[in-house]
């Protein structure tokens, strides 16, 4: 059995076995294909969406002093990487670029440290939890959770969207507390401030309880970006008649 992937034209140099014959030797070793189709695994499973597919640091092109910074703590980060243990919580408005920092960090991490990494919206990593409580369901929440509580770096999007339930809070809990005590490193993105700016405005402690934002200081440094909504910048540039 091989590495070499289905319909994939075979490697000229080990012919898709995986091993390749040292010039001027009888030995053989590791052929360097499968150094490539094991980074295509690792990105495959890293579940990226392909909306944020193309997303790298050198694509990110701040406008605002906040957005500099923040640049250049995921630079700072990955320089650091593994020996860092801390991870990232990116804190803004919609349309700053959090998860396009995030996914940043992540593909670099799996491309050039070849370490596995996960991205998951927190709202759909719910669903596929409540989801394995059918009887139907090909997943149990064990299988579900396995790959979020074991991934050397997580990118978890959106903290805080989905309502604040006893169960939402429970769910964060699990997640949060397994990968403190494993050591895990995690980074964060949330729409929602650590400190209210309007009356009524719920902040990130209201979302996810004071306990596990006191958690997050120990875990994460907070990274506050704001500025413009790129999203907006971009759909009023494409449709211009």
């Given at each position: 059995m091989t590495d070499a992937a289905p319909n994939q034209e075979l490697c000229t140099r080990c012919g898709g076995s995986g091993w390749e014959r040292v010039e001027g030797s009888?030995?053989?070793?590791?052929?360097?294909?499968?150094?490539?189709?094991?980074?295509?695994?690792?990105?495959?499973?890293?579940?990226?969406?392909?909306?944020?597919?193309?997303?790298?640091?050198?694509?990110?092109?701040?406008?605002?002093?906040?957005?500099?910074?923040?640049?250049?703590?995921?630079?700072?980060?990955?320089?650091?990487?593994?020996?860092?243990?801390?991870?990232?919580?990116?804190?803004?408005?919609?349309?700053?670029?959090?998860?396009?920092?995030?996914?940043?960090?992540?593909?670099?991490?799996?491309?050039?440290?070849?370490?596995?990494?996960?991205?998951?919206?927190?709202?759909?990593?719910?669903?596929?939890?409540?989801?394995?409580?059918?009887?139907?369901?090909?997943?149990?929440?064990?299988?579900?959770?396995?790959?979020?509580?074991?991934?050397?770096?997580?990118?978890?999007?959106?903290?805080?969207?989905n309502k604040p339930t006893e169960w939402v809070r429970d769910t964060i809990a699990h997640i949060i507390n397994c990968r403190y005590n494993d050591k895990k490193l995690t980074v964060f993105t949330s729409n929602y401030p650590d400190i209210a700016e309007r009356p009524g405005e719920d902040t990130l402690t209201d979302r996810i309880g004071a306990r596990l934002r006191s958690r997050m200081f120990e875990m994460c440094k907070v990274v506050e970006i704001k500025g413009e909504d790129f999203r907006k910048a971009i759909m009023q540039a494409n449709y211009r008649f």
């Open positions: 009888e030995t053989v070793r590791r052929c360097g294909c499968l150094d490539v189709t094991r980074l295509d695994r690792l990105l495959a499973a890293a579940r990226i969406p392909k909306r944020y597919e193309h997303c790298d640091l050198e694509s990110y092109k701040p406008t605002d002093t906040s957005q500099k910074k923040a640049k250049a703590d995921v630079v700072r980060f990955l320089a650091k990487y593994p020996f860092i243990n801390v991870g990232l919580l990116f804190i803004g408005n919609c349309g700053v670029g959090k998860t396009h920092l995030a996914v940043s960090l992540l593909k670099q991490i799996i491309l050039e440290k070849r370490d596995n990494g996960l991205f998951y919206d927190f709202r759909d990593l719910l669903r596929e939890i409540q989801s394995s409580w059918n009887s139907v369901s090909q997943a149990s929440e064990l299988e579900v959770l396995r790959p979020v509580l074991a991934a050397d770096v997580l990118v978890l999007d959106e903290l805080g969207a």
